[in-house]
């Protein structure tokens, strides 16, 4: 057995303290999004355990031990002459600004799932076998709409839809547009709500996801041009589509190609395809960084279950990259094929036929 080198283990260490506290302070930050502490802290200023308690109708002992983890963790701030404490603009826009172009609270609720998930994924190691989408925890559909949506709101109209040849001027003329594995509808009711003349339906397979969307579009107004069907990306009906969009879900598909080649087949003879997919470079050791650390690690225990629980069972993952995008996409049956733009989680891509 090689040497171990005091200094490497000692940074090591310190490197794995730091994983466990944040491990350990997941369940925290779940704790005080639902219970509104964070919000409450936003609001309040500067506070105490017992004046946090009282306004968010919790426990005092509770919270008091609660404010010293987000403390230790760096998650709040404590003054310790007068024993208050507070959140910075930074750690306000993270856990309490909902649907801002930084929150983050979301993600916990993927982080719970991944967590109450872990023997159906342990057991799929074993046989091989996929996990699909619709056997997650409830709390993974939660929380990916709650942590998409921050981008979404902050690009999707603003800059994805513009950076596609003439998209927004088909869409402020008028077109019908289908967006496929919508889940709960963040991104068709931003896009219904942005484009009155356009006509927008939402495909996914999993029933629950699309009541909720429903709901939301009756909520945003946009239910009487924006609606929402229970369809698979390779059957959804239709045909002469301007626009079709994927929103982070290509990769989740047993047989992507498929979905391509019904894609070609749904849109019009000058639609688009916009297929938004993590970012990710082509090599492995490209994507060896925080981002990618995420990314492999929902593949690992969502995106590569779902897919391999599905016919064919490509399994993409969630850092394919463009260039194997791209071979999907041409198989599909697409002449043109290229990246609009992208974001440090993003790429956003642009296929015609």
Not at 127 to 146: A, I, N, P, Q, Y
Request: proline share 5%; with cysteine; net charge negative.
């Amino acid at each position: 057995m090689t040497a171990i080198d005091p200094a490497k283990l000692q940074q090591f260490m310190g490197k794995m303290l730091g994983d466990m506290g944040a491990a350990m302070g997941a369940a925290l930050v779940l704790i005080g999004d639902r219970l509104g502490l964070y919000k409450a802290m936003a609001a309040a200023g500067p506070v105490t355990s017992v004046e946090l308690a009282k306004r968010t109708g919790t426990a005092e002992r509770y919270v008091r031990e609660w404010l010293a983890a987000q403390a230790a963790a760096g998650y709040a701030q404590y003054d310790a002459v007068s024993g208050r404490y507070s959140l910075s603009p930074e750690q306000a826009a993270v856990f309490a600004e909902e649907g801002g172009p930084v929150f983050l609270a979301g993600a916990y609720d993927v982080i719970a799932a991944t967590l109450r998930d872990e023997p159906k994924i342990t057991e799929a190691f074993r046989s091989g076998k996929g996990v699909g989408w619709h056997e997650h925890d409830v709390c993974l559909f939660r929380g990916t709409e709650r942590f998409f949506r921050s981008g979404y709101n902050q690009h999707l109209v603003k800059e994805w839809l513009p950076a596609l040849e003439g998209v927004v001027a088909t869409l402020e003329r008028g077109t019908e547009v289908a967006d496929v594995g919508c889940g709960h509808g963040a991104t068709t009711v931003l896009m219904a709500e942005a484009f009155p003349n356009s006509r927008f339906v939402g495909f996914d397979y999993h029933p629950p996801s699309i009541e909720r969307a429903r709901e939301a579009a009756a909520a945003a107004g946009v239910a009487g041009r924006c609606r929402f069907e229970v369809a698979t990306a390779k059957e959804y009906p239709g045909r002469g589509y301007g626009l079709v969009t994927f929103f982070d879900c290509l990769h989740d598909m047993g047989d992507p190609v498929g979905a391509a080649r019904h894609v070609r087949e749904s849109l019009a003879a000058d639609g688009t395809w916009m297929i938004v997919e993590p970012f990710a470079h082509d090599h492995l050791h490209e994507n060896l960084n925080p981002v990618g650390r995420i990314y492999y690690a929902a593949s690992t225990m969502i995106c590569t279950p779902a897919s391999l629980s599905q016919e064919v069972g490509l399994g993409l993952g969630a850092q394919a990259g463009e260039a194997r995008l791209k071979d999907v996409v041409a198989k599909g049956g697409f002449g043109r094929f290229r990246r609009a733009t992208e974001t440090p989680f993003n790429l956003v891509l642009e296929a015609r036929p």
